[in-house]
């Protein structure tokens, strides 16, 4: 898959890949993924009882998510775990070590601009945080907020008094959400304004290794369909008018997944660059899962448009990958904003 | 922040950046930004003079092994001499035909006394190389080709035509792929020769292009003579040296191309800023997406053409010129659209006389055709690549 992996990162990749085809979707890969293997915990410190490896390595662990689709609440937890780890405030200690076991699912609120974010006095928090990845499972949420008037980042805790919590149907099954309604939470501050954004900044990042991962499977699996189905007495994927589309679909594939590494390297390596590699992922990424996962339904044909096939769930969590984590606008405005281009908003 | 070079390579950067300072500071001045794509018209016979300057001072061969004469340089080190050559806005080359693609082919399959001959012309700047692959009849197809050489006992005797040739009319010499089995067909019986371009037997016509100037040539071989011993490989196995050649292409003046893209695209903004075009939220979209689309050229470039040897498909520069052509094409169309109604004024009544926005937007329209165009490279990338059968012949 990238011929730039040492041979851990390889190992990792596989053992990964094999948990997730081999094990039925459901809590016991969770177990598997956060008990047994510990990679909730794969960025997080020693001294916090995690794995101390760098973002590259989460996002191997998350590329292959991506590709199983596995319904699990595992990138909000492995980046609230990051950033927490990354963070070293007082309550990391405290939380890390649950979340590392994953007796603890933690997540972000989903990116939006300032004025969208909770206010407060002192530790009590008011707002709305809409549309929360993982919004049912998240034991603690972590939100950019304005306290006392200064930007921070704040944890809540999801079962204290003044939050709640509202489950939203999704079109994306993977991918539960809920709405939080905080009057007067409790929130414990974790970081300032630059921590918050390099939260956010690491959950985009994220979320574009996922999506490289998940587009490089819709691309893999029509494939597959194109060299072994038979019309006019030939495989399709002799015909050149396809085989020219899935060309095209190989180059996202293949520069999705360059751009989402290379964010996930700069999380840990460039935080400077971060600010920019970041949001460029997530908005080129999930604008190439997109197309992949669209022109896997239409080479498919109609098998590709029944529920019995896997295509649909790619297109659906293809959407809300786009629509979610602040959408394609803003984070196209974030882009040109750092990178001093002119504005697009 | 760059994961690619160690200190050690960044001084080797400040090294190559200090001598070009100095060099473009002076009696090449008039050399900034001059030559490339679209511009090979100008200044030629300062730009050989400064080939010559790179061969004394040892920047051509980087990579070469030191046996043959190069400084055996890492791959840093050679993409970042070419991303500093092309942030200096040093001239484009004419040696770089012998310098990237006659000189690795010989370095792989030449006789000890062809790249004693042949390679020490190149690295000093003083031997200029064209190739001879494309005919009339043999373009995207190159397996057509029908220009013919006959060995007889005093060497070569090549007649034929070829066409689409960089730099013919200053090239001392051409390798030329030439059918040499009477009756073969295809990849089969074809020879590599390396043909002197100055003599009675070889005509070159410049071809005026829809830029108004003529970057290409066509070469006619009228009974040209070459060396009996001035075949590269085993006569008869052409193909596979020419392919070879494409193949050793890795890609490190990639990162320099896209040093000079980024220039490009600096200066489209610049246009786009100082006419008001930014403030149209449709331009600066593309603007953005134009920029974005860059730097995933270069995420994409680090991570395919950094990998060793052997170690991918061999796609990674098919992959990366269907990314970059369409890419520079649409800059080049952002180019006249950022200028409105002023893009359709050119600089001066003759045809070539064109202003840096209409020769991008009309050169860049050769991107998608030359070195394989976008169809030829799906359709590799579809075989190769991914597996995908072939059709019905």
Not at chain 1, 77 to 90: E, N, Y
Not at chain 2, 285 to 312: E, I, K, N, Y
């Amino acid at each position: 898959m990238d011929a730039l992996f040492g041979d851990e990162q390889r190992d990792l990749q596989r053992t990964v890949r094999d948990l997730l085809t081999r094990e039925d979707p459901g809590p016991a890969v969770w177990q598997r993924l956060c008990g047994e293997l510990g990679l909730t915990g794969i960025t997080v410190g020693e001294r916090h009882g995690g794995a101390g490896a760098t973002t590259v390595e989460l996002g191997i662990v998350l590329a292959e998510l991506g590709r199983a689709l596995t319904p699990v609440p595992f990138l909000q937890t492995a980046v609230a775990a990051t950033v927490l780890d990354r963070s070293d405030a007082p309550p990391a200690a405290e939380v890390l070590p649950a979340l590392v076991a994953g007796g603890l699912v933690a997540g972000l609120a989903t990116p939006a601009p300032p004025t969208r974010w909770p206010t407060g006095s002192g530790p009590a928090l008011t707002g709305v945080l809409d549309n929360v990845v993982d919004g049912p499972h998240l034991d603690l949420l972590l939100t950019p907020a304005v306290v006392d008037g200064a930007a921070v980042l704040v944890a809540v805790r999801t079962d204290a008094p003044g939050v709640t919590r509202t489950t939203l149907p999704t079109l994306d099954r993977s991918r539960p959400q809920a709405r939080f309604a905080l009057r007067g939470a409790p929130a414990v501050e974790i970081g300032d304004a630059a921590s918050a954004s390099r939260a956010t900044d690491l959950l985009l990042a994220a979320v574009a290794v996922e999506s490289a991962g998940a587009a490089r499977f819709c691309l893999d699996t029509t494939l597959a369909h194109l060299r072994t189905r038979e019309q006019f007495g030939r495989p399709l994927g002799t015909f050149q008018a396809l085989q020219h589309r899935c060309a095209d679909l190989a180059v996202l594939v293949e520069s999705a997944w360059a751009t989402a590494r290379h964010a996930m390297w700069a999380a840990d390596a460039d935080p400077a660059g971060a600010a920019v590699s970041a949001p460029l992922a997530k908005a080129y990424c999930a604008d190439a899962f997109r197309t992949v996962a669209g022109e896997m339904i239409q080479l498919h044909g109609g098998i590709g448009f029944t529920w019995e096939h896997p295509a649909h769930r790619y297109f659906k969590r293809a959407t809300s990958t786009d629509l979610l984590f602040g959408g394609r606008a803003w984070v196209r405005s974030v882009v040109a904003e750092r990178a001093g281009l002119p504005a697009v908003r | 922040m760059d994961p690619r070079f160690d200190d050690a390579d960044e001084a080797f950067r400040r090294e190559v950046a200090g001598w070009l300072v100095r060099e473009l500071g002076g009696e090449f001045a008039e050399l900034v930004d001059a030559g490339g794509p679209g511009r090979e018209h100008e200044h030629v016979e300062a730009r050989k003079a400064w080939e010559r300057r790179l061969g004394r001072d040892g920047w051509i061969g980087l990579g070469w092994p030191e046996a043959d004469g190069g400084r055996g340089l890492s791959w840093q080190r050679q993409v970042i001499f070419h991303e500093e050559y092309a942030r200096a806005g040093a001239p484009g080359r004419v040696g770089h035909i012998g310098e990237q693609l006659l000189g690795p082919t010989l370095l792989m399959f030449g006789t000890p006394g062809q790249k004693a001959h042949f390679l020490p012309g190149i690295l000093d700047g003083t031997q200029l190389w064209c190739q001879g692959y494309s005919e009339p009849g043999a373009g995207s197809d190159l397996a057509a080709v029908s220009t013919r050489a006959e060995l007889r006992a005093d060497g070569w005797h090549v007649d034929g035509q070829k066409v689409w040739t960089s730099l013919a009319t200053e090239a001392d010499r051409c390798f030329v792929l030439a059918r040499t089995e009477p009756g073969s067909t295809r990849h089969r019986g074809l020879s590599y020769l390396l043909v002197p371009m100055r003599q009675p037997g070889v005509d070159v016509r410049p071809i005026v292009q829809l830029t108004g100037t003529s970057e290409f040539n066509e070469v006619f071989f009228d009974d040209a003579r070459a060396p009996a011993e001035d075949v590269v490989g085993a006569p008869g196995e052409g193909w596979k040296v020419a392919m070879g050649t494409l193949a050793v292409e890795r890609g490190v003046s990639t990162f320099g191309q896209q040093m000079g893209f980024a220039r490009e695209f600096e200066r489209v903004l610049a246009a786009a800023r100082a006419g008001g075009a930014a403030d149209d939220p449709v331009i600066a979209d593309r603007l953005l997406d134009s920029w974005m689309q860059l730097q995933v050229l270069r995420h994409t470039a680090v991570m395919t053409l950094g990998a060793p040897a052997g170690s991918t498909p061999g796609t990674e520069a098919n992959v990366a010129k269907l990314m970059w052509a369409p890419w520079h094409r649409r800059l080049g169309e952002l180019a006249v659209d950022v200028l409105g109604a002023a893009g359709t004024v050119t600089a001066g009544p003759e045809v070539d006389e064109l202003t840096p926005a209409q020769r991008l937007y009309l050169f860049t329209r050769a991107d998608t055709i030359y070195g394989g165009s976008d169809e030829v490279q799906r359709t590799v990338i579809a075989q190769r690549m991914l597996g995908l059968p072939r059709g019905p012949a």
